[in-house]
């Protein structure tokens, strides 16, 4: 079976540009999350959804980040201008129940802004 | 919300010691404590999880304790081998999302 999928592995991008990710979870699963990793924070949870509805999103840094979900096998991170600062691993993982069920999680896009 | 503290930040040991990471959480609620296993350039990987009804649980060389009381778990790894290097990372949750530990970087050497 296919895992979790992500798209790109590696962004390098400039200050101000636009940044989409793109994950497609596990077929089934009904959970999706975004987290972000840094050495400095380490794993964040970004956001979670739970049947394509977004139910956490307390974790989004600010408004230049945002998250769809438009149908259970396709979601977007888009972060619109990007910052240096933004620069980290994003992971995506889905799961096939609640938070408290096994999340299997992606090979990250590792992105640097410039 | 949930806070969880790891510990040690690395560790290092020779091959076929024992290994032992510790976390504490905060949230008396929780009730699913999950460990990863990053490898580099790899996403996290579960490699055991104990639920709260249980106190311990193994699976070959590695086992988990958990001690509700002390709000504290543990992870063992028995006969360590080159190819358990790798960072890990503890997680507890119980009625909100996975909060994680800041990570374990263990280095095993021959």
């Known amino acids: 079976d296919a895992g979790v999928i992500q798209s790109p592995r590696h962004e390098v991008t400039e200050m101000g540009q636009e940044v989409t990710l793109r994950c497609k979870p596990i077929?089934?699963?009904?959970?999706l999350f975004w987290y972000r990793q840094t050495m400095m924070r380490g794993l964040e949870l970004l956001i979670y959804f739970n049947n394509n509805v977004p139910i956490d999103d307390s974790g989004m840094p600010e408004d230049r980040f945002s998250a769809k979900m438009p149908n259970a096998s396709f979601s977007t991170l888009k972060i619109q201008p990007s910052e240096p600062r933004d620069s980290a691993v994003y992971f995506c993982a889905s799961s096939s129940g609640t938070e408290r069920e096994t999340q299997y999680f992606g090979p990250g896009t590792r992105l640097l802004v410039l | 919300g949930e806070n969880v503290e790891q510990h040690p930040s690395t560790l290092s040991v020779q091959e076929g010691d024992s290994a032992v990471i510790k976390c504490t959480y905060s949230d008396s609620a929780s009730n699913y404590f999950p460990w990863y296993k990053q490898e580099l350039g790899k996403g996290p990987q579960l490699i055991i999880d104990i639920r709260s009804n249980v106190g311990e649980k193994k699976d070959q060389r590695i086992a988990v304790t958990l001690n509700k009381t002390a709000k504290h778990f543990s992870l063992h790894i028995t006969e360590t081998q080159p190819e358990d290097s790798a960072v890990y990372f503890c997680a507890a949750t119980g009625y909100s999302t996975l909060t994680f530990g800041k990570g374990t970087m263990l280095l095993v050497s021959p």
């Open positions: 077929s089934g699963h009904n959970s």
